[in-house]
């Protein structure tokens, strides 16, 4: 079974500071996205990464950064947390699509981040 | 710009019923589309995923189908269970990393 593992469930932070998200998957998987899902928006994509140190832009990137220097772990940052940075994270990992046929995401537990 | 509606947002039926979820898209030119579960406070768990060249997939008691030229998929779930509980949401791939997700159905099949 594919394991998507991020580092906690919870966590509170203040405004201003530097916050490390990280995940970490078990599977080989070139494809790693980082999402957050707040209610009556959805999941919205913040960025993807195809293989070590690439990375894509997703819908909402601002006051966000990442970084992916092995292939299991993709980490998201947030520069200097902001209020309306509180939502729920969610990591995903999948393999690359082989020949025409696309790969299931595969998701971790969430991150649900406070910033007061 | 691509669009993905679920409806109804909630539903609550009788354990044992068969049931029927909905998912509509704007644009047809997707290459999968990905019915995941979510229980509350977690993650998603991948259920089902539909290539743009197949018509349906099958996994136990859930059935997905997909008609592109409608913009339309559906997820039957056969003789339901509590443990059914949970909300269910739609994604429209479009190659690449671009997913796009529905807001989801929420789910509630009462003992």
């Known amino acids: 079974d594919v394991k998507v593992t991020q580092s906690s469930r919870y966590l509170v932070k203040r405004t201003g500071e530097k916050v490390f998200l990280e995940c970490v998957q078990d599977?080989?998987?070139?494809?790693m996205f980082w999402y957050r899902q707040d209610p009556g928006l959805g999941l919205r994509l913040i960025y993807f990464s195809y293989d070590v140190k690439m990375k894509e832009k997703g819908d909402i990137p601002e006051g966000y950064s990442v970084s992916r220097e092995k292939k299991e772990r993709f980490s998201l940052i947030l520069e200097s947390a902001s209020t309306n940075q509180t939502s729920m994270y969610l990591c995903a990992s999948s393999l690359r699509r082989r020949s025409t046929r696309d790969q299931p995401q595969h998701f971790g537990d969430g991150t649900r981040l406070s910033i007061l | 710009k691509q669009e993905v509606t679920q409806i109804p947002a909630a539903l609550s039926v009788p354990e044992g019923e068969n049931l029927v979820l909905n998912c509509s898209f704007t644009?047809?030119?997707?290459?999968?589309l990905q019915w995941f579960r979510q229980d509350p406070g977690k993650g998603l768990t991948s259920l089902l995923l539909?290539?743009?060249?197949?018509r349906e997939q099958t996994s136990g008691r859930l059935n997905a189908s997909l008609d592109k030229s409608s913009g339309r998929s559906t997820l039957y779930i056969a003789a339901s269970q509590p443990g059914d509980s949970a909300t269910y949401l739609c994604a429209v791939g479009h190659g690449g990393f671009k997913t796009i997700f529905g807001a989801g159905t929420r789910l509630f099949v009462k003992a």
């Open positions: 644009d047809s030119a997707i290459y999968n």
């Open positions: 599977m080989d998987h070139e494809n």
């Open positions: 539909i290539q743009s060249s197949q």
